[in-house]
């Protein structure tokens, strides 16, 4: 995983895609992932020409749309083999037929391509500056007359049963006025707090629980590990939360209300290193103390 640094969306958009590989999935920064899917199957799912997108958040078992307060059933669902399902999109409403969809979809690499293309053609740099803009300008561009040949497939896929969904905790972004569940009380500043902690979503929970939705509320987390303050229970914590924890050590805080969480983290690494690994050493030199005085 690369993180980049956003300058400018829309012409880093462009760079990234024409960069990747045959595929593309299109996601949001709350999605969240619980239950496997194999990228090898959607892969063979969109060798379909006529499937135009593969939705990572759909599933058969989905009712309601969230955004816009109503009900949203299946259409009739065809199974394609033991994993995936298809639908015809236009007998399909709101989540069942938006094949521009930048929550957790996956589409070939050239399509993508010929969407954003045509969406500068008809609005301008504009319409893919933003990722909201990027969204709305699809839909109308699949909507209009001119829609790009690739959006014109009659059928759309998902999984067999719930694998992601997008946790709806908070707005980021003051394009559109998108509803949330406020009854989480999650700010962002919250749950950064939680993420240096080093808590975790607890991904069994949502992976067992029965989605009617692909927009959620629930904010469930792993428990503590006890006397560290963290979900993380295996050495060492994995992905990206590691590397970030790696390189926690050379921040500092001059903010008084971060001491505590500065332990914390002081606290879960004392538990997963030990006193004879080489950056704890360098570490204790620093703080000018025998390296055996790092841990608590």
Request: glycine letters at 6%.
């Amino acid at each position: 995983m690369n993180f980049v640094r956003e300058e400018n969306f829309g012409e880093q958009l462009i760079a990234l895609v024409a960069a990747a590989h045959d595929h593309v999935m299109l996601c949001c920064d709350d999605s969240l992932y619980y239950n496997t899917v194999k990228l090898s199957d959607v892969l063979g799912v969109l060798s379909n020409p006529q499937i135009v997108s593969y939705h990572m958040m759909l599933h058969p078992k989905l009712s309601f749309c969230h955004p816009q307060g109503k009900a949203s059933s299946p259409p009739t669902l065809m199974p394609i083999d033991s994993h995936s399902v298809s639908w015809i999109r236009m007998m399909g409403q709101l989540e069942w037929n938006y094949p521009w969809d930048l929550s957790s979809t996956v589409y070939r690499k050239q399509d993508v391509v010929q969407m954003l293309d045509t969406i500068v053609a008809a609005v301008g740099a504009k319409g893919i500056g933003h990722p909201n803009h990027l969204e709305a300008a699809g839909v109308d561009a699949v909507l209009s007359p001119d829609a790009p040949a690739s959006f014109q497939g009659a059928l759309a896929a998902c999984p067999v049963r719930a694998s992601a969904s997008a946790v709806a905790l908070n707005r980021v972004q003051q394009v559109f006025d998108n509803p949330i569940y406020e009854e989480a009380g999650m700010t962002v500043d919250a749950l950064e707090v939680l993420f240096w902690e080093g808590r975790q979503y607890d991904i069994d929970f949502s992976g067992g629980k029965q989605h009617s939705a692909m927009h959620i509320g629930d904010f469930v987390l792993r428990p503590e590990v006890k006397g560290t303050g963290s979900s993380v229970d295996e050495s060492p914590a994995n992905g990206v939360l590691a590397l970030m924890q790696a390189l926690q050590p050379a921040v500092v805080y001059s903010n008084q209300s971060n001491l505590d969480t500065n332990r914390k983290l002081w606290n879960a690494y004392s538990d997963e290193w030990q006193p004879e690994e080489e950056w704890v050493r360098t570490e204790a030199r620093r703080a000018g103390a025998n390296h055996h005085t790092v841990t608590e």
